[in-house]
């Protein structure tokens, strides 16, 4: 039981690393946060994380009689892909999140969460395979990704771009790791 708290909670952080960075990003072009800029801020990106994998759930739920057989290897599989990508588009550079400006509007921050939640519907699709409370599981992803989202702000006001690689680096091998745990538990390589 607790090894499956201690997995969502780490999933939940690892999730909440594109908003986190995406945070840090707009954080960088304010010349100071608004506590009403804060809370927009988790409020958008907290409740699109938490919806994301519902969806993702309902759909994997209502296909799971086809792939019970081998859906370690979709959990597997998608944790690894959504690990990987975020690995590889923290070494990208975006010009484009450099020169967007912080702006607050539901025109600016539903497109930046709609984009940081895409990785959240594949995580519900391997909720559903995986032993875990859902509601725990999303209420800790969307509030983690919330408090997350805020500090970003005020972190990348404070210290700048230092810490966006790092953060969405870090969420991606977390990803990997359960991904590699899910599939060695199946296989009973290892037991938790």
Known sequence: MISIIIQTLLISVS???DAFAVSIGK???V???RHQD????ALWFGGFQALFPVLGYFAASTF?????????????GLLVFIGGNMIHEAFEEDEENARETAQFDWKHMLPLAVACSI?????GVSLAFM??????????????TGLFSAAGLYIGRAFGA???KPAQIAGGVVLILIGFKVLLEHMGVIAF
């Not at 086809?66 to 959990?75: A, E, G, K």
């Open 15 to 17: 999730v909440a690393m």
């Open 38 to 41: 804060a809370v927009k801020t």
């Open 119 to 123: 990785d959240a519907f594949a995580v």
């Open 162 to 164: 230092r810490w966006q």
């Open 31 to 33: 010349t100071r946060v």
């Open 131 to 144: 032993k875990t409370n859902m509601v725990f599981a999303i209420s800790s992803i969307g509030i983690v």
């Open 64 to 76: 799971s009689s086809y792939v019970t057989s081998f859906d370690h290897w979709i959990i597997f």
């Open 27 to 29: 954080g960088l072009t």
